[in-house]
């Protein structure tokens, strides 16, 4: 029996990214998919490669009417919802605090965390109906530990961090587990500013990526789906409330390469003693 037999999940940001590898992951293992995402010609070619598995919605995650859309399409077509996976994002406004316009502050925010806050929103009346369900909310490495992104960017995703342990709280009763998935440095169309580009400049950026953790390769999407893929799955029915790092190692500390030379050869003790002349 496949993973997910017989769930149904709706994966914002599903055309390309970790969330395409979500969406193939997900067919493959038995599910039913919406994939919600602005880009219509990949999406629709995606969601036609799959199957009658697979539907596409063109979402924008900032307009509450097209999240509900896609809610909708799953429960219309498939009478449930099992997973929402709040997937969509980019990487926001760059430079210093002092420097920032409010409007992209705002829009910022409005995509990686208003767009998480919506797919919430309308993925918890059916699932409370239903008494069970997973939501998965992709959050960052930078929503954990500071200097691993921008500004405005760590900040929205260390919201998405505690918008998911405190929903997890509220609706654990129900039986509803609310994770958030914490990548580190994945290649995708988004880490590598290529959203809409040939994917093959993704490539540029893998040494980039792969000497910034302990582990040294390049994470990939197909890292991050698999994480998921356990967090929608019954395997994890006792899992609620937790943001886990998918990363390499990248947020555990300051490389070994980068540590200081004398920490790195042996040294003897040298006791201390006050006393001493």
Same mark, same amino acid.
């Given at each position: 029996?496949?993973?997910?037999?017989?769930?149904?999940?709706?994966?914002?940001?599903?055309?390309?990214?970790?969330?395409?590898?979500?969406?193939?992951?997900?067919?493959?293992?038995?599910?039913?998919?919406?994939?919600?995402?602005?880009?219509?010609?990949?999406?629709?070619?995606?969601?036609?490669?799959?199957?009658?598995?697979?539907?596409?919605?063109?979402?924008?995650?900032?307009?509450?009417?097209?999240?509900?859309?896609?809610?909708?399409?799953?429960?219309?077509?498939?009478?449930?919802?099992?997973?929402?996976?709040?997937?969509?994002?980019?990487?926001?406004?760059?430079?210093?605090?002092?420097?920032?316009?409010?409007?992209?502050?705002?829009?910022?925010?409005?995509?990686?965390?208003?767009?998480?806050?919506?797919?919430?929103?309308?993925?918890?009346?059916?699932?409370?109906?239903?008494?069970?369900?997973?939501?998965?909310?992709?959050?960052?490495?930078?929503?954990?530990?500071?200097?691993? +992104?921008?500004?405005?960017?760590?900040?929205?995703?260390?919201?998405?961090?505690?918008?998911?342990?405190?929903?997890?709280?509220?609706? +654990?009763?129900?039986?509803?587990?609310?994770?958030?998935?914490?990548? +580190?440095?994945?290649?995708?169309?988004?880490?590598?500013?290529?959203?809409?580009?040939?994917?093959?400049?993704?490539?540029?950026?893998?040494?980039?990526?792969?000497?910034?953790?302990?582990?040294?390769?390049?994470?990939?999407?197909?890292?991050?789906?698999?994480?998921?893929?356990?967090?929608?799955?019954?395997?994890?029915?006792?899992?609620?409330?937790?943001?886990?790092?998918?990363?390499?190692?990248?947020?555990?500390?300051?490389?070994?390469?980068?540590?200081?030379?004398?920490?790195?050869?042996?040294?003897?003790?040298?006791?201390?003693?006050?006393?001493?002349?």
């Amino acid at each position: 029996m496949a993973e997910l037999d017989g769930k149904v999940a709706v994966i914002t940001g599903g055309a390309s990214g970790i969330g395409e590898s979500a969406a193939r992951l997900f067919v493959a293992e038995g599910a039913k998919v919406v994939i919600a995402d602005m880009q219509q010609e990949r999406g629709a070619a995606l969601a036609d490669e799959l199957g009658e598995a697979a539907l596409f919605r063109q979402v924008e995650v900032r307009q509450e009417d097209e999240v509900k859309a896609a809610v909708d399409l799953a429960t219309d077509t498939w009478g449930r919802l099992d997973c929402m996976f709040n997937n969509a994002g980019f990487g926001g406004v760059l430079g210093p605090v002092e420097d920032i316009p409010v409007e992209d502050f705002d829009l910022t925010m409005d995509v990686l965390l208003r767009g998480v806050f919506l797919g919430m929103k309308h993925a918890v009346p059916v699932m409370k109906r239903q008494q069970s369900g997973s939501i998965i909310n992709t959050g960052s490495i930078a929503g954990v530990t500071a200097g691993r +992104g921008p500004l405005v960017y760590s900040a929205a995703k260390a919201a998405v961090v505690q918008l998911s342990k405190v929903s997890a709280m509220e609706l +654990g009763g129900h039986f509803i587990r609310v994770n958030c998935l914490c990548p +580190g440095y994945i290649a995708t169309p988004l880490s590598a500013n290529t959203v809409g580009r040939p994917d093959e400049l993704i490539e540029k950026t893998h040494h980039t990526y792969a000497v910034r953790q302990p582990i040294p390769r390049t994470g990939m999407p197909d890292d991050i789906a698999q994480m998921a893929l356990f967090l929608a799955s019954d395997r994890s029915s006792f899992v609620t409330g937790q943001a886990i790092v998918v990363d390499g190692g990248a947020a555990t500390g300051v490389m070994w390469s980068d540590q200081k030379e004398v920490y790195k050869t042996y040294h003897p003790i040298k006791v201390y003693n006050p006393d001493a002349g």
